[in-house]
């Protein structure tokens, strides 16, 4: 199975800081790298799909890079509205295909 | 805009078996895939499987010896059930619309999400 490390599990930052957040996989994923966030008490809700793209209605202010084992979720300059926790989620491609959930990262205000 | 709400007991004996239903409002479940996640307290995302609106399904190897998702088109709902649960299976269970093409892989909509209490 393809194991997905998150960084950091937890994190504090200012309004308006720039924030990144790390996913790597233990072999290639190609593409297939996705980034939710969850609100406490709420269901999880897609930002960025296939690594860099923004789902619809999504601020600009969040975006996705990378490809293969290493991946990067960016909040350009963080709004007290993004306090939750986000995960990183794969698809292991080796049939029938297998999803998994990163740890997650718990943001916080500081 | 497509909805959806899961249904079902909140309280589970232990090795009984959890049953869920998904109703998908909003659109046809028909020409979709559709994922079962649940999420134990405190505790990250699992995925469980999903469901062709034709009836063909894949599961996580973790739980696939006791989980069957069916899908009823009819009605527009698709189901979810874990038999011989445990205290381990404790959760708030979610549905989602799950995107699947040759580049798509994520859950794109959810339901708000159902608690369910494995106890005696």
């Known amino acids: 199975d393809i194991q997905m490390t998150q960084s950091p599990s937890s994190l504090s930052a200012s309004v308006g800081d720039r924030v990144t957040i790390t996913c790597q996989a233990s072999q290639d994923i190609s593409n297939y790298l996705n980034w939710y966030q969850q609100k406490p008490g709420k269901a999880p809700k897609l930002l960025i799909y296939?690594?860099?793209n923004l789902e619809t209605g999504v601020p600009s202010r969040f975006s996705g890079s990378g490809s293969g084992t290493d991946f990067t979720f960016t909040i350009s300059s963080l709004q007290p509205e993004d306090i939750a926790t986000y995960y990183c989620q794969q698809y292991d491609n080796l049939p029938p295909g297998l999803y998994t959930f990163g740890q997650g990262t718990k943001l916080e205000i500081k | 805009q497509v909805q959806l709400q899961e249904s079902g007991p909140g309280l589970v004996k232990p090795s009984e078996t959890l049953s869920l239903t998904c109703t998908v409002s909003g659109g046809s479940i028909s020409s979709y895939y559709w994922s079962w996640i649940r999420q134990p307290p405190g505790k990250g995302l699992e995925w469980i499987g999903y469901i062709y609106y034709s009836g063909s399904t894949n599961y996580n190897p973790s739980l696939k010896s006791r989980v069957t998702i069916s899908v009823d088109t009819s009605k527009n709902q698709f189901s979810l059930k874990l038999s011989s649960v445990t205290a381990a299976d404790t959760a708030v269970y979610y549905c989602?619309?799950?995107?699947?093409?040759?580049?798509?892989?994520?859950?794109?909509?959810w339901g708000k999400g159902t608690t369910v209490t494995v106890s005696s």
């Open positions: 989602a619309r799950h995107r699947l093409a040759a580049r798509l892989h994520y859950m794109d909509v």
């Open positions: 296939d690594a860099s």
